[in-house]
């Protein structure tokens, strides 16, 4: 069974750093596309970064650029997300999820449970 | 960026009742589009992709149709568990954007 838990979330201040995990079993972790999606209380989503198999690609949606770095332990079947400066804008549920890709693109076939993150003084 | 314009943003339907939702994009995107329900304070599950394809498990009930711009989720026959909020998801070109969703309620 797939399972894709996520932890780290919590409160931090503005201009403060947090660091997600994503713990993956039940499939081979390291054959996969992996991202996060975000979702602010009460609003859509939003998807935020993804990265290759091997960690060699990584792509971010442009508000986040420079401030978050996703990245994964293959050996370790986890993902992360180093986000630094944050904002109050970037107060959401984050969700890891697996990425499904094919001729371009992907969707997301299996979602974590998602771990809050509020950015608060 | 690809826009996208979701519609209704808001659905009021009964059980065994057809419902559409429409995801409409600001440029053509192909058939490379998603479809996901949630539930109140769960995570999505994925319902479609490549635009008319059922992900393994999900109820025949549900379909996708379009290509280009405008694509259409159906629910033939509305069940209880029917009720939630649904997403359209663009993966043609970066940034990978999501519908605004469409929240299906008891009428």
């Known amino acids: 069974e797939v399972q894709l838990v996520e932890s780290g979330g919590g409160l931090v201040q503005p201009g403060g750093s947090l660091r997600l995990s994503c713990a993956a079993s039940?499939?081979?972790?390291?054959?996969?596309?992996m991202s996060w999606v975000r979702q602010a209380p009460g609003k859509g989503l939003e998807w935020v970064a993804n990265?290759?198999?091997?960690?060699?690609?990584?792509y971010y949606v442009d508000s986040v650029k420079g401030r978050f770095t996703i990245s994964r332990d293959n050996a370790k079947n986890s993902l992360y997300l180093q986000m630094n400066s944050l904002r109050a804008e970037d107060t959401a549920v984050y969700y890891c999820?697996?990425?499904?890709?094919?001729?371009?693109?992907?969707?997301?076939?299996?979602w974590g449970q998602g771990t809050l993150v509020t950015v608060s003084s | 960026v690809i826009w996208m314009t979701q519609s209704p943003s808001l659905l009021s339907a009964s059980t065994g009742d057809r419902v559409t939702i429409s995801c409409r994009m600001s440029?053509?995107?192909?058939?490379?589009l998603a479809w996901y329900q949630q539930k109140p304070g769960k995570a999505p599950e994925l319902l479609i992709y490549?635009?008319?394809t059922l992900q393994s498990g999900v109820p025949s009930r549900f379909s996708g149709s379009g290509s280009g711009t405008d694509f259409t989720l159906t629910i033939s026959c509305l069940q209880s568990e029917d009720f939630a909020t649904y997403y359209c998801?663009?993966?043609?070109?970066?940034?990978?954007?999501f519908g605004q969703g469409t929240k299906v309620e008891i009428k």
């Open positions: 490549a635009a008319s």
């Open positions: 999820a697996r990425a499904i890709t094919m001729v371009r693109g992907a969707w997301f076939d299996y």
């Open positions: 440029q053509g995107i192909s058939s490379y």
């Open positions: 990265i290759k198999q091997d960690g060699s690609e990584k």
């Open positions: 998801q663009q993966y043609y070109s970066f940034p990978w954007t």
């Open positions: 039940g499939f081979t972790f390291s054959s996969y596309w």
